[in-house]
């Protein structure tokens, strides 16, 4: 993809910058990458940005050689992040040669990939704060697009609410961007999520679309009847139609997991207590209460809900064998920059840095 002309530096020296960013959750799920590279999504997707957990990152450019530092949760990231850290950080340097080596430090306050997101709002959260301390000023779309170069979730978690990705026409990639769809404060809904294991998955997503659309005889299926889920979203969201809602994004969950399930060899993302959760959650909506579920490539089990349900909800997801916390969060902001006054975990050393 081109990123200029529109791009352009805004001036001053490069610096250091800190950013926040929260995880999203896909209601229409993305599944699936196009051929030809640019990590542009086979489908779009219609996500919740949530509020309850958050990523915070710090990126300082030294201006000197060398490799670049990053540390996960106060430990060294491992190589596969390192070296997806390291390409976002290498497509903003085209635009400043001399920025040397980045020292980039990132923390999570829920568990790190375990089906929570986090590579959405980690990447999201890296994406901004590089942008500031590199002294540059995107687009809208070329902030997306280098999210989503560098993980297909992330640019949803550049904007807060109910988000749409779009997969997009163009051979470069440049309209497979993200777009608001409705602000956060507009549908005050709840996402209770069901945390069941928080160890990091064994196949990541992206290993899972590709064995997924390599091997599964339902991957054309998926495909084709996407783009009637993502009008039956839109249309949710925009009349806020709770059962409407919750009718097509437990079918675009189950149909994902199918997907996923008829891989071969499979690829089972559920534990019991994952059914359990799905079981509970269909019983209370026959009870009356505004609940439906979703579930990522993990074990967790997100039920969105009314404030209505909300006690409901929770009383029933915590009597559940296996269940072992809960996570109640509201819809969310999109990523922004810290101010300079603002704690943020992430960065502690590089901030004790730059202010010596
Ligand atoms: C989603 N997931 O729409 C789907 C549902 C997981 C299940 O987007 O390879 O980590 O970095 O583009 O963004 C997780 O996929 O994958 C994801 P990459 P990513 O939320």
């Given at each position: 993809m081109t990123h200029s002309p529109r791009s352009s530096r805004a001036g001053g020296t490069l610096g250091q910058a800190c950013a926040v960013a929260h995880p999203n959750i896909a209601l229409v799920k993305y599944w699936g990458k196009k051929d030809g590279g640019g990590n542009r999504p086979a489908v779009g997707s219609i996500s919740m940005t949530l509020n309850g957990m958050a990523t915070q990152t710090c990126v300082r450019f030294t201006g000197s050689g060398?490799?670049?530092?990053?540390?996960?949760?106060?430990?060294?990231?491992?190589?596969?992040?390192?070296?997806?850290?390291?390409?976002?950080?290498?497509?903003?340097?085209?635009?400043?040669?001399?920025?040397?080596?980045?020292?980039?430090?990132?923390?999570?306050?829920?568990?790190?990939?375990?089906?929570?997101?986090?590579?959405?709002?980690?990447?999201?959260?890296?994406?901004?704060?590089?942008?500031?301390?590199?002294?540059?000023?995107?687009?809208?779309?070329?902030?997306?697009?280098?999210?989503?170069?560098?993980?297909?979730?992330?640019?949803?978690?550049?904007?807060?609410?109910?988000?749409?990705?779009?997969?997009?026409?163009?051979?470069?990639?440049?309209?497979?961007v993200a777009r608001p769809l409705l602000p956060p404060a507009d549908w005050p809904l709840h996402v209770v999520v069901a945390v069941i294991r928080e160890e990091e998955k064994e196949i990541g997503s992206g290993e899972g679309m590709r064995r997924s659309f390599a091997t599964s005889p339902y991957a054309a299926a998926w495909v084709s009847s996407h783009p009637a889920d993502l009008v039956e979203a839109r249309e949710a969201i925009r009349h806020h139609d709770f059962s409407r809602l919750a009718a097509v994004s437990e079918a675009s969950c189950l149909k994902m997991?199918?997907?996923?399930?008829?891989?071969?060899?499979?690829?089972?993302?559920?534990?019991?207590?994952?059914?359990?959760?799905?079981?509970?959650?269909?019983?209370?909506?026959r009870g009356g209460h505004e609940v439906f579920f979703t579930v990522d490539a993990g074990p967790q089990v997100k039920a969105v809900c009314t404030s209505e349900a909300l006690a409901a909800v929770r009383e029933r997801l915590l009597?559940?064998?296996?269940?072992?916390?809960?996570?109640?969060?509201?819809?969310?902001?999109?990523?922004?920059?810290?101010?300079?006054?603002?704690?943020?975990?992430?960065g502690r050393d590089v901030r004790r840095k730059v202010n010596q």
């Open positions: 060398g490799d670049d530092r990053i540390r996960l949760g106060g430990a060294e990231a491992d190589a596969n992040t390192h070296r997806r850290v390291r390409a976002l950080l290498d497509r903003l340097r085209r635009y400043v040669p001399d920025a040397g080596a980045a020292e980039v430090e990132s923390v999570n306050d829920f568990p790190t990939g375990a089906g929570l997101a986090s590579s959405a709002s980690g990447f999201a959260a890296l994406l901004v704060a590089a942008e500031a301390a590199l002294g540059l000023r995107l687009s809208e779309d070329e902030r997306s697009c280098l999210a989503r170069e560098a993980s297909g979730s992330a640019p949803r978690s550049l904007y807060g609410g109910f988000v749409e990705m779009s997969t997009g026409q163009s051979p470069d990639g440049s309209d497979a997991h199918a997907l996923a399930m008829s891989a071969r060899p499979g690829l089972l993302y559920w534990r019991g207590a994952t059914v359990e959760a799905l079981h509970e959650i269909v019983a209370l909506r009597s559940i064998a296996g269940v072992r916390r809960l996570i109640v969060c509201r819809l969310g902001e999109g990523a922004r920059l810290l101010a300079p006054e603002e704690p943020c975990a992430g």
